[in-house]
Structure formats: C-alpha cells, structure tokens
C-alpha cells in the first residue's frame, strides 16, 4: 500500500505525559499537512509543511505541540504535557507540489486519549 | 474562505440517487469547489472538485449553477458503503482546507 500511513493508530496516555506522532507521506509528495478532528466535527487545520519548511502554524498549535519534517519525509508531531482537551483524532495528509492543493490524501489518523 | 451550508444528516435506500446541496452565498471568482468524504475512523477521501457547469468522475457529479452560490454532489445508485460523512469546501488553491461539520449520509437497505 501507497497511501499515507500513520502510527500509532491508538493512543492512551495520561495527563501530563509527552506523545509523538508519526507521519510517512505519499513518497513523491512534498508537501505535508497535520489536521486535528474532534467528534461530530469536521478535521482543523493544524501545521503546514513544504519539503523540511514549516511554513504555517494554526493558532490552534499551542507551545506544547511541535511538528518537524526533517529531510522532507516523514513527519512527527509531538504533544508535551498532554491534556485532556488534546484528545482527539490527528489527521496527516499529503499532496504533490504545484497545483491541486485541494486534493490532499489523508491516513488513517492516530487517535488520542488523554485520561 | 467563503462560509458553506450544507444539511446536517440525510437518509437515503440502496439504488437510490442522493443529491445533497451545499450553499456558498459568498463565493469569490477564484474559488473552486470540492467535496471529501469520510468513513468512521478513517481520513477524508477526495471525491470531486469543479469551478461550474458539471463535473463526473467515476463516483459522483458535481452541479454548478451559473452563479455559483449553491452546488450539489449527487451520489447515483448508493449501496451500504456510501454511508459516510460528505464535506463540501469552498476555497481559491490553498493548502489549507476548512472543513465544516459536514453531511452525515446513511444508507439503508
């Protein structure tokens, strides 16, 4: 399978404990997304990535969370001092660069609990 | 980004046509439109994207009146598997999508 893969698919962690996310993209695309999707609504847009470049961070990506793309690969996003607000589905999607921007190509997502 | 509107939830049978129409009122020239799809515990699947007229691909059509300000995915024949949740999103290219809450569709047999 080509598609966008994530791990882990489940998270339980308690609060105050650190988590990292793993994301591998497509692997000609060079652009990266993280989404956050919580019940009954639709994914937010989290972070931004062309390459290895963060290029835009949402408001909603407090201090505790950071998300790297070193060589342009695969993705972590990492949650510190997790709360129970953090739980939630974390989405990562990937598209080719150029035009299309609209059709990005989602995983599986890992979800979070926090207890 | 321009607002969308679209229905909460729709009901649906097996072989049946299900249309399920997004308003975007405030719609702006370089806007395209686009649905996703999404099955529980999965990431949202591209489905469509058109700027007017008609757009077909192999799994719905797109229906753009002349001003725009309305579309409507129409799914033909849907069977069991059709049940998911359809995102319509209004946006020039962007790397950012805003999804709203979306349109739960449920298919009965």
């Known amino acids: 399978d080509t598609g966008v893969s994530q791990d882990p698919r489940h998270k339980i962690t308690k609060r105050g404990q650190n988590v990292t996310f793993r994301c591998d993209p497509i692997?000609?695309?060079?652009?990266l997304y993280w989404y956050r999707q919580t019940l009954g609504q639709g994914p937010e847009f989290l972070t931004y990535?062309?390459?290895?470049?963060?290029?835009?961070k949402s408001r909603l990506l407090s201090d505790r969370f950071s998300a790297e793309r070193p060589k342009g690969s695969f993705s972590t996003l990492e949650i510190q001092r997790t709360e129970q607000g953090d739980s939630a589905m974390y989405l990562c999607?990937?598209?080719?660069?150029?035009?299309?921007?609209?059709?990005?190509?989602f995983g599986p997502g890992t979800r979070l609990t926090v207890t | 980004l321009a607002k969308t509107t679209q229905p909460i939830s729709m009901d649906s049978y097996e072989g049946q046509e299900v249309n399920i129409t997004c308003s975007h009122n405030?719609?702006?020239?370089?806007?395209?439109i686009t649905w996703y799809q999404q099955f529980p515990s999965q990431g949202p699947r591209f489905i469509i994207q058109?700027?007017?007229t008609k757009v077909t691909n192999e799994v719905a059509s797109l229906f753009i009146p002349a001003d725009r300000k309305s579309s409507t995915l129409s799914l033909p024949r849907v069977s069991l598997s059709d049940t998911a949740v359809y995102y319509c999103?209004?946006?020039?290219?962007?790397?950012?999508?805003?999804f709203g809450a979306g349109t739960t569709v449920t298919v009965r047999a």
């Open positions: 990535f062309q390459n290895e470049a963060q290029l835009e």
């Open positions: 058109g700027y007017k």
């Open positions: 999103l209004v946006g020039a290219y962007d790397y950012k999508l805003s």
């Open positions: 692997s000609e695309h060079n652009r």
């Open positions: 405030n719609i702006a020239t370089n806007d395209y």
């Open positions: 999607a990937s598209s080719p660069g150029g035009t299309g921007g609209y059709e990005q190509y």
